[in-house]
């Protein structure tokens, strides 16, 4: 990672911040892009602080405008670029007959077209150095959860999007990895907008118990450097993708009555 440039969207908290601490602390020099300036800046001076060259850039994935700038300006500033992670994302919980389709598009703006624009105009840049295109998608992108369709379909959509990306891409010498995280302790729920889309302002999980930002990043950062195609975590994602394949009616009910267990679910019990 000496010197490589890493570009990483969503990067203000949660699985991005650790990344932008994963790559930069192995060599990398970094660029951070978020909504949000006052919490983007704070990323940038910890990073700094830590002894990291980053680059820190306000954008809105969602507006293709936005994220043309954001590879443009990354490119003004270190010249070339070696690696994108499409991490930005947003989550919602409702029930479909309850929600605004709105709500879903949103989801699908951020989380699915975010990662088209960026992938788009990062390419030329990415071709040449032959580098890496990484999108942060969720095992919800394989099984698709019940209260959560929107965020289901916008991975699929990702999923499907990478997958055909890495075929168009495959005798150029550019990587791309398709990286699965289950359940990782994130403000991800917080932020999960509701069937009005409002945030919710607080998680619906035990965040103790689940797999930490930093401890994901870590292993998206060895499934880079290893130029891996496809990296599920948590023993559950891997338990959720393989016996979904094997035994689809019988992961129905247990998908359902898991997350009929959360706090406040819609789902009957």
Do not use: E, Q
């Given at each position: 990672m000496n010197d490589k440039i890493v570009l990483i969207t969503g990067a203000s908290s949660g699985i991005g911040k650790a990344l932008a601490f994963a790559f930069g602390r192995a060599g990398?020099?970094?660029?951070?892009?978020?909504?949000?300036?006052?919490?983007?800046?704070?990323?940038?001076?910890e990073l700094e602080q830590a002894g990291i060259t980053v680059l820190a850039l306000t954008a809105d994935v969602s507006v293709e405008a936005d994220v043309k700038q954001l590879i443009d300006q990354t490119i003004a500033h270190f010249g070339r670029l070696d690696i994108l992670i499409n991490n930005a994302g947003i989550s919602m919980r409702s029930m479909l007959i309850d929600t605004d389709p709105a709500v879903i598009q949103k989801v699908m703006d951020i989380n699915f077209m975010g990662t088209v624009y960026a992938t788009r105009y990062a390419l030329p840049y990415i071709t040449q150095s032959k580098g890496s295109i990484v999108g942060i998608s969720s095992?919800?992108?394989?099984?698709?959860?019940?209260?959560?369709a929107g965020y289901s379909a916008s991975k699929f959509a990702m999923n499907g999007f990478l997958e055909a990306v890495r075929t168009e891409l495959l005798h150029t010498g550019v990587h791309v990895l398709t990286a699965c995280p289950g359940f990782t302790a994130s403000n991800i729920r917080v932020a999960a907008l509701d069937a009005h889309g409002q945030a919710k302002g607080e998680t619906m999980r035990d965040e103790e118990s689940m797999m930490s930002a930093e401890e994901c990043a870590d292993h998206i950062l060895r499934a880079v450097k290893s130029r891996k195609r496809e990296l599920i975590l948590t023993g559950q994602g891997k338990l959720t993708v393989f016996l979904n394949k094997l035994l689809p009616s019988f992961m129905d009910k247990m998908v359902y009555n898991t997350l009929a267990k959360e706090k406040d679910s819609p789902l009957k019990k």
């Open positions: 990398a020099r970094i660029v951070i892009c978020a909504r949000k300036a006052a919490a983007l800046d704070a990323v940038r001076a095992i919800a992108g394989f099984r698709g959860l019940p209260v959560r």
